[in-house]
Nanobody, 121 residues
Framework: QVQLLESGGGLVQAGGSLTLSCAAS??????MAWFRQAPGKEREFVAT????????YYADSVKGRFTTSRNNSKNTVYLQMISLKPEDTAVYYC????????????????WGQGTQVTVSS
């Protein structure tokens, strides 16, 4: 059983930055990912990172603006977000998978409770 706890969300102006953290209990060798869900929309993939941190993949909408990383000694995954846009407003979730990197929600077994990111124009 893995428990995930996101933090770092908040309100920021367009063009600003935020860094989200996801603290995990238990084993550290899971593939991790970030998803987001805006009101009235489906949950969408944002970024994923393999267990070693050596492989990452991003949604086109965030590529070049968001960076995911991990510190396995702290059981923590990060999502650094810069140049934020109003359309980045959503609840951000981290998720864990025992498999390889994936952009699909069904690939991830464990989910955090989410943290709200609001970008004002």
């Amino acid at each position: 059983q893995v428990q995930l706890l996101e933090s770092g969300g908040g309100l920021v102006q367009a063009g600003g930055s935020l860094t989200l953290s996801c603290a995990a209990s238990g084993r550290t060798t899971y593939t991790m990912a970030w998803f987001r869900q805006a009101p009235g929309k489906e949950r969408e993939f944002v970024a994923t990172i393999n267990w070693s941190g050596g492989s990452t993949y991003y949604a086109d909408s965030v590529k070049g603006r968001f960076t995911t990383s991990r510190n396995n000694s702290k059981n923590t995954v990060y999502l650094q977000m810069i140049s934020l846009k109003p359309e980045d407003t959503a609840v951000y979730y981290c998720a864990a998978s025992a498999g390889g990197t994936s952009i699909y929600t069904k690939s991830y077994v464990y989910w955090g409770q989410g943290t709200q990111v609001t970008v004002s124009s």
